[in-house]
């Protein structure tokens, strides 16, 4: 993991409903409001202090357990997808995966980090 805030944040959460990631939000942000949601697409505006953050919850993707989360800035509580999934593990008490590199070319598309009870593991996972 670098020091070096990421540009954009993305986790998957495991068998939580909307409504559970929506609630952790509102309890993280100080304002969450609903752009669009349609089908399984949700797309919000979160604010935090002067800063507007569009979040994307896509739910239902990697199968039936894994939603989406994806914050499209890097002005976010966390600077990076590991130190967001660290903290949602915790709020929503269940696994969290995100990306263990970048997605640059020459990065391991498969490696993730696995976040469950306080703990952090790399796996391998194949999403596609």
Same mark, same amino acid.
């Given at each position: 993991?670098?020091?070096?805030?990421?540009?954009?944040?993305?986790?998957?959460?495991?068998?939580?409903?909307?409504?559970?990631?929506?609630?952790?939000?509102?309890?993280?942000?100080?304002?969450?409001?609903?752009?669009?949601?349609?089908?399984?697409?949700?797309?919000?505006?979160?604010?935090?202090? +002067?800063?507007?953050?569009? $979040?994307?919850?896509? @739910?239902?993707?990697?199968?039936?357990?894994? %939603? !989406?989360?994806?914050?499209?800035?890097?002005?976010?509580?966390?600077?990076?997808?590991?130190?967001?999934?660290?903290?949602?593990?915790?709020?929503?008490?269940?696994?969290?995966?995100?990306?263990?590199?970048?997605?640059?070319?020459?990065?391991?598309? +498969?490696?993730?980090?696995? $976040?469950?009870?306080? @703990?952090?593991?790399?796996?391998?996972?194949? %999403? !596609?």
């Amino acid at each position: 993991m670098t020091d070096q805030r990421h540009p954009d944040i993305e986790i998957y959460v495991k068998n939580r409903s909307l409504e559970e990631i929506e609630h952790w939000l509102r309890q993280r942000f100080d304002v969450l409001n609903t752009d669009f949601s349609q089908g399984t697409v949700h797309e919000y505006k979160a604010g935090l202090s +002067d800063a507007t953050i569009p $979040v994307m919850i896509h @739910e239902k993707v990697v199968g039936k357990a894994w %939603t !989406s989360v994806w914050f499209k800035s890097d002005k976010t509580l966390w600077a990076t997808d590991l130190d967001c999934a660290a903290q949602a593990a915790i709020d929503l008490d269940t696994q969290i995966r995100c990306i263990a590199g970048g997605w640059a070319d020459g990065d391991e598309p +498969d490696e993730w980090w696995k $976040v469950e009870n306080g @703990e952090q593991e790399k796996i391998q996972w194949r %999403t !596609s």
